[in-house]
C-alpha cells in the first residue's frame, strides 16, 4: 500500500474530496514525522508503537574485502506492534 492508496481509501470511507484527504494524510505525517524528529515515542493504541533508538558506533567488516571499517552511529526507527493488531494478524 502506498501513500496514494491510503490518500484513496480516506477519501472513499469519509467522502473528503482526494485533494482534502491528501491534505489529512499529510497532515498526519508530518506530526507523526515531528514527533519521531524530536526523539519522542510514538504511541497509536491499537496499532503500535513507533520508537527512535540510538546505536552507537562499532566496528564492522567489509564484507567483500575484509577490512576493518568503523560504522558511525546513528538513529534507527524501530516499530513494535500492538497486541490487539498481532492478535489480529493471527486469526
Same mark, same amino acid.
Given at each position: ?21 491528501? =491534505? #489529512? ?5 508530518? %506530526?507523526? &514525522? *515531528?514527533?519521531?524528529? /524530536?526523539?519522542?515515542?510514538? =504511541? #497509536? ?5 513507533? %520508537?527512535? &533508538? *540510538?546505536?552507537?558506533? /562499532? ?11 568503523? %560504522? ?20
Amino acid at each position: 500500500m502506498t501513500k496514494i492508496d491510503i490518500i484513496q481509501n480516506v477519501s472513499g470511507k469519509l467522502g473528503f474530496s482526494k485533494k482534502d484527504s491528501a =491534505k #489529512i494524510v499529510e497532515s498526519v505525517f508530518d %506530526i507523526m &514525522k *515531528g514527533c519521531l524528529e /524530536r526523539g519522542e515515542k510514538l =504511541k #497509536i493504541s491499537g496499532f503500535g508503537n513507533f %520508537i527512535v &533508538k *540510538g546505536k552507537k558506533s /562499532r566496528r564492522g567488516r567489509n564484507p567483500q574485502t575484509g577490512d576493518a571499517i568503523e %560504522i558511525s552511529a546513528r538513529k534507527v526507527l524501530t516499530f513494535k506492534s500492538s497486541q490487539v493488531l498481532r492478535r489480529t494478524l493471527n486469526e
